[in-house]
């Protein structure tokens, strides 16, 4: 992959929404485009300088499923720009305000 996609975090969150007391809708984001493997993950792009939530407002998740790279254990298993190679500071502040972006939205 090349472009500025490189310099930005690979991680895959899932929100499940219950509709009408019984229904669960299930909306996934990952940085990949998998249309053809995978067409229920959607692509999105997680700016670490300037967060932003992927779903539109007004719309809360019941369930957040999140499944972040490791930091640096499995680096190798991850493609280049992921948030397993920032520094710990980096890494941890990415998280931070990740939560709280997600708090705020659900």
């Not at 472009?3 to 499940?16: C, D, I, N």
């Not at 485009?33 to 539109?56: A, C, G, H, S, Y």
């Not at 720009?81 to 520094?87: A, Q």
């Amino acid at each position: 992959m090349t472009g500025p996609e490189e310099s930005l975090p690979s991680l895959l969150l899932t929100l499940f929404f219950t509709l009408q007391g019984k229904t669960i809708l299930c909306w996934s984001f990952d940085l990949l485009d998998r249309m053809k493997t995978r067409p229920e993950i959607e692509p999105f792009l997680w700016d670490p300088e300037n967060l932003t939530w992927p779903v539109p407002a007004g719309k809360k998740p019941d369930l957040i499923f999140f499944d972040p790279p490791y930091f640096k254990k499995m680096a190798d298993h991850y493609m280049k720009g992921s948030i397993s190679d920032f520094s710990r500071p980096q890494y941890l502040k990415f998280f931070k305000d990740l939560f709280s972006l997600m708090r705020e939205h659900s």
